[in-house]
């Protein structure tokens, strides 16, 4: 049976990142005093009352909206609330009850779910706020529950009443055993539409504007061809070009999702050729030792002849010569063309993922690029 799965749900700037980070005890999340900060569904897991939990962190729920990522926005919230066993809806006693809070309120109500009203910032040692008081309007059968995501008073009420809403089933711990992807490149090089394709669903925001995937994101993928964890990363920029302190923090966490990964997908634009950032973006899974595919994609707009594949294996050859053993596939995450040649290519007994992991781990770079016998391109 999988662990069971608690949201944190609520509108933008309430602190929800704050508590996510809290409850499973390390920064997972981005946490800044700037709305919709985090955009995708974010996982972590906790451990109370001897029950292991899986905690989703959400990007903020804006019901009435035009703004397309804030729209989006709301459509992860609601993936999550589909997924989740308990939902922890997140308010701000500073506010009081918003228009946006009832509206989430009867959008949480259709669901079925359990929800555990929980009001943020009450900072204060002692009785809450009488402000807290108007949150019991709200009218869910769970009574609010006072917090303070910075300090950690009343988190262990909360968990307490998550772990008493869950249904009674026992869950056995599971070990991972998936081969961890991490899929890396400069922002808008398709990243999360191709882990969308992976996984059929809209796992990802995904849109034209740059930089809309904020936080390393985890997304499990198990088929005919095994067990796969894909790690979404935000699209890492020229170091001059990162300005904003948010997203500072997002190529940290690129980093770290690198580190974590067996294997990693370097996407590159086929639109722009090879980039002075895509060689330091692969520099980073090269000198962590990962063994790397180098993935071009929006290959169905490139205008081709019988000369074009081979002109485009020279020059990411020449740019990324320190690299030799990463083979290089041509793909297009819109329409889907030759994505599970990714997971079909094999080398002897074992897939091109495995045998990529498997020699990493022994640090035989000489081995992956002459036992494997990579092809530079897949045509099937």
Known sequence: ???????????????????????????????????????DRIYGETEWRGRQLVLIDTGGIEPKTDDIILAQMRNQAQIAIDTADVIIFLCDVHTGVT????DIAVMLKK???PVIPCINKCDRTGAPPLEFYEF??????????????????????????????????????????????????????????IINRFVGAERMIVSNIAGTTRDSVDTSVENEHGKFTFIDTTGIRRQSKINDKI???????????????DVCLLMIDATEGVTEQDEKIAGIAHES????????????????????????TE????????????????????????????????????TL???????????CFDDIHSSAEFMDFFLD
């Open 99 to 102: 228009a946006n809070d009832h």
């Open 353 to 363: 993922l495995d045998d990529i992991k498997e020699l990493c781990k022994r640090e």
């Open 136 to 193: 019991y309007e709200l009218g869910f059968d769970h009574e609010p529950i006072a917090v303070s995501s910075v300090h950690g008073s009343g988190t262990g009420d909360l968990l307490d009443a998550c772990v008493e809403a869950l249904p009674e089933q026992e869950y056995e711990e599971q070990e991972d055993d998936s081969i961890h992807v991490a899929v890396i490149g400069k922002p808008n090089a398709g990243k999360s539409s």
């Open 289 to 312: 030792g990962k063994g790397t595919i180098i993935v071009v994609n929006k290959w169905d707009l490139v205008e081709k002849n019988n000369n074009t594949v081979k002109q485009y």
């Open 1 to 39: 049976m999988s662990k069971p799965i608690i949201a944190v749900v609520g509108r933008p700037n309430v602190g929800k990142s704050t508590l996510f980070n809290r409850l499973i005890g390390e920064r997972r999340s981005i946490v800044e005093d700037t709305p919709g900060v985090t955009r």
């Open 315 to 350: 020059k990411i050859r020449t740019a990324l010569a320190y690299m030799p053993y990463a083979p290089i596939i041509f793909v297009s995450a819109l329409t889907g063309q030759r994505l599970p040649n990714i997971y079909k290519f094999r080398t002897g007994d074992a």
């Open 247 to 261: 997203e500072k923090y997002s190529v940290l966490r690129a980093h770290m999702a690198v580190e974590r990964a």
């Open 111 to 113: 669901c079925g779910k």
